[in-house]
């Protein structure tokens, strides 16, 4: 059992990484508002009318409140010994400056696609064809979809800003469920999949909590792969494969754990149930599925309004699907059986296991 003062020092710790990051996030989602703002009083009459929903929408203060619940999640878990206190590996103050500057530079565009409802400039000559049809989208109105080097670059930008500098405390929410899974086990002889890694956080995560655990990340962008493996450069025993996830390039039963962190959302009803079947697929029998994802309709009822108005300021054509999406009958048609969801800030986690 941990002194005092090592409990102690370890909260101080904890607190001084993490607060610099929620307030250097929340300071560009206070700036893009006032810019947002700004924009809509120049545009006056001719501005597109603002989203509406008639349910429940939290005030800031509750919002404020269920993020500290988050926090105190994250560290308790690192009290307890699931994880290591963590390292967001964010990078040199340069380059976080630079991806900064890419998230500005690139909201009057945004603001555009958003007034006229564009979305489909990524579908072009250059791509048709070389990707799924229902991928090549400008997803959140943003500049090259998911399919840019710059668009990966603004990404993790974009995500904390959205998650008020709480997504990686999120993704790590998926750990406990692996800790469930792997404690007493030789992590050399085990194996994941991250699907939808993007640029690589939650593998980051994992690495942390596994130094030795092979694993694998999985993403359709050539870009967001490029990105995962700079990130990810420190480790050993990790891979980065372009692929789909409702077909990946592994062997049947070969993997422990399959997790896959705000991806579910983004995918048709068609995909998802590909995916998991895929997910299904390659998991040895016992083995886990995590998935961390926006809440669903009725997880919070108080909730619901903003996850209404959501997909309306955002270009989430999938997301509507998402929110009344059953889970637990999908995977029980996949031979998957749901063992527990709970709620982490505006994510949930969803825990599966194979027959």
Not at 53 to 63: G, M, Q
Not at 228 to 257: F, G, N, T, Y
């Amino acid at each position: 059992m941990a002194s005092p003062a090592s409990l102690l020092a370890t909260r101080i710790a904890y607190g001084a990484r993490q607060l610099p990051r929620v307030a250097w996030y929340m300071g560009h989602g206070e700036i893009m508002r006032r810019l947002s703002k700004a924009v809509r009083e120049r545009d006056g009459a001719n501005a597109r009318p603002r989203a509406h929903t008639d349910r429940p929408v939290p005030e800031r203060t509750r919002l404020y409140r269920d993020m500290a619940a988050l926090f105190r999640q994250d560290l308790a878990n690192v009290e307890s010994g699931i994880y290591p206190l963590p390292t967001d590996h964010d990078g040199s103050l340069p380059a976080l400056i630079e991806r900064s500057r890419l998230f500005f530079a690139d909201l009057p565009d945004v603001h555009r696609r958003r007034e006229r409802r564009l979305n489909r400039e990524v579908l072009n000559e250059a791509t048709h064809g070389k990707r799924p049809t229902y991928y090549l989208q400008n997803f959140h109105f943003q500049s090259g979809g998911w399919m840019t080097e710059e668009s990966a670059q603004r990404y993790d930008t974009q995500v904390e800003v959205l998650l008020n500098g709480s997504a990686n405390a999120t993704r790590r929410q998926a750990l406990p469920p692996l800790h469930e899974l792997f404690a007493g086990r030789d992590q050399r002889r085990l194996r994941a999949v991250d699907v939808g890694c993007g640029t690589g956080r939650f593998l980051d995560c994992l690495k942390q909590a596994w130094p030795r655990l092979p694993a694998v990340g999985v993403d359709l962008s050539e870009s967001y792969v490029a990105e995962a493996r700079r990130h990810l450069k420190r480790w050993c025993w990790i891979d980065v494969v372009v692929a789909k996830a409702e077909a990946m390039p592994l062997a049947d039963a070969s993997q422990d754990a399959v997790t896959s962190v705000f991806l579910f959302h983004e995918l048709p009803p068609k995909i998802r149930r590909a995916a998991l079947r895929e997910f299904a697929r390659v998991l040895k029998p016992d083995g886990r599925v995590v998935i961390v994802d926006s809440l669903q309709t009725g997880d919070e009822p108080d909730y619901d309004g903003m996850l209404e108005l959501f997909p309306q300021n955002y270009h989430e054509p999938y997301y509507v699907s998402y929110l009344q999406e059953d889970f637990a009958g999908l995977a029980a048609a996949c031979g998957l059986r749901h063992l527990r969801s709970s709620n982490a800030f505006v994510s949930k986690v969803m825990v599966f296991e194979k027959l």
